[in-house]
């Protein structure tokens, strides 16, 4: 368990030199002290034990020209619970799916922009997808997919997809969640057509995509969507539940990746323009509705020690697991790929993804050290990255004695690096 930083102590500290800030280590350091909270009131061992549990038998600091990190320490890649690998893993997800984007059009294809919803009330669960546990919301939503749109959707959804020109889909996954309505699951898609669609016909494409998704909701075990709704307290704002298809001007520059991006990333440090921005980062953003909550704002709640949010906290965690983030139709990566974009890598690969920037190791802490000294306090392995930046090794090693650590003994001085 973490502890505050004992008496006469510094957790965080001031490390030497006046280094100020970027915009760039100012949203690392937010993510990196929110995945702090959330672990505290997290059950996941994998999610726990990122940034936190060695696989090798000590810690490297390393330095590089954008900033410092740790080696030899676990990254978890939980997209939907860790605001440190979702932030390297979303960033790869959005630049994929804008890409795929922008190519499709450029070689004559089209592209549709949708919403699918479920009808909720505060007393459904979350749900999981495990097996023989399979059920609520989140199970309502993806076999209400698979009995619309796919592998169980039948000749009806086949012949739509043939009178509208559609060659695949690219799917993402969000949630939030509100103190008066519960959970709320739901999917984004951008749909590959052979060619763009005129108005009306997204239109009919809309309307086919509403009914096929009714009935298989129902089929699914939930309520039937509705166009409108007066239920008090309801995220809809009266426009009920289903699917929205917008028609975006794919002419207008931005258009597209502002209709997608609108409600942002609060955490992100640099903006993402384009197709893939909310389909990739809709984790973090906040509720539409006055009251609503992203994963990771209820996170924030819940390691306020707020009940109600960390008993939803943990519900939501025992259940997105499987849960895919992004989902992309078969057939669409052989396609996409002909058209030079590609992107294999799983979200574990990303996130342990350094970049091809070489990085300087700056100290090495021991494994009694690390679980002795460093992980126990809160504050201390982000203080140690800050210190690698602001003034290399000298600068570490003021901080750790302003902890009571002997450098040589208790951190070690990082092996001189072997000549290319």
């Known amino acids: 368990m973490e502890t505050a930083t004992p008496a006469g102590q510094r957790g965080c500290g001031t490390a030497a030199g006046t280094h100020k800030r970027t915009r760039s280590e100012e949203g690392r350091d937010e993510r990196f002290e929110r995945r702090e909270r959330h672990q505290k009131v997290s059950l ?10 060695l696989f090798a038998g000590a810690a490297t600091v390393q330095k590089g020209a954008d900033g410092s990190s740790y080696a030899g320490v676990v990254t978890c890649g939980m997209v939907h619970m860790c605001t440190w690998c979702c ?84 799917r993402s996954y969000e949630d939030t969640w509100g103190l008066n309505s519960g959970f709320h699951v739901h999917f984004h898609a951008m749909w590959f057509t052979e060619r763009p669609l005129a108005p009306e016909e997204v239109e009919k494409f809309g ?30 704002g009266g426009n009920g539940h289903g699917v929205r298809v917008d028609h975006v001007d794919l002419t207008e520059a931005g258009a597209v990746g502002r209709y ?34 992203g994963p990771f704002q209820l996170g924030d709640a819940a390691a306020t020690g707020e009940a ?16 895919r ?20 890598r799983t979200d574990q690969e990303i996130a342990e993804d350094e970049g091809r920037e070489k990085r300087t ?12 000294h460093i992980v126990p306090v809160r504050g201390r ?36 690096p072997e000549d290319d």
Request: glycine share 14%.
């Open 308 to 323: 109600e949010a960390v008993e939803a906290w943990q519900e939501r965690e025992y259940g997105v697991f499987n849960v």
């Open 44 to 53: 996941g061992k994998t999610f726990r034990g990122c940034g936190r549990k």
């Open 207 to 236: 309307k086919a995509l509403s009914a096929r998704w009714g009935h298989a909701v129902v089929a699914a075990g939930g309520y039937k969507p509705s166009d409108s709704c007066n239920r008090p307290g309801c995220d809809c």
């Open 260 to 293: 997608l991006f609108k409600d942002g990333d609060k955490a992100r440090t640099e903006p993402i323009d384009g197709v893939g921005a909310e389909m990739a980062f809709g984790a973090d953003k906040e509720g539409r509705r006055g009251g609503r909550l």
């Open 87 to 170: 932030a390297r893993i979303l960033v790869a997800r959005a630049d994929f799916a804008q890409q795929a984007a922008e190519a499709w059009i450029a070689n004559g294809g089209g592209i549709v922009l949708s919403a699918h919803t479920l009808r909720h009330f505060k007393r459904q669960k979350y749900g999981t997808l495990r097996k023989r546990e399979r059920g609520g919301l989140v199970a309502v939503l993806h076999d209400g997919w698979s009995g619309a749109y796919g592998h169980r959707s039948g000749k009806m959804w086949q012949q739509a997809k043939r009178a509208h020109g559609i060659t695949g889909v690219l």
């Open 381 to 416: 392995r982000l203080a140690l990255l800050k210190a690698a930046e602001s003034g290399g090794v000298a600068a570490v090693q003021k901080l750790i004695a302003e902890w009571g650590l002997v450098w040589g003994r208790d951190v070690l001085p990082a092996p001189l």
């Open 361 to 372: 190791p700056i100290a090495v802490i021991p494994r009694d050290t690390w679980y002795q």
């Open 325 to 344: 983030k992004m989902y992309l139709s078969n057939g669409m990566k052989a396609r996409l790929a002909e058209l030079g974009i590609v992107d294999n």
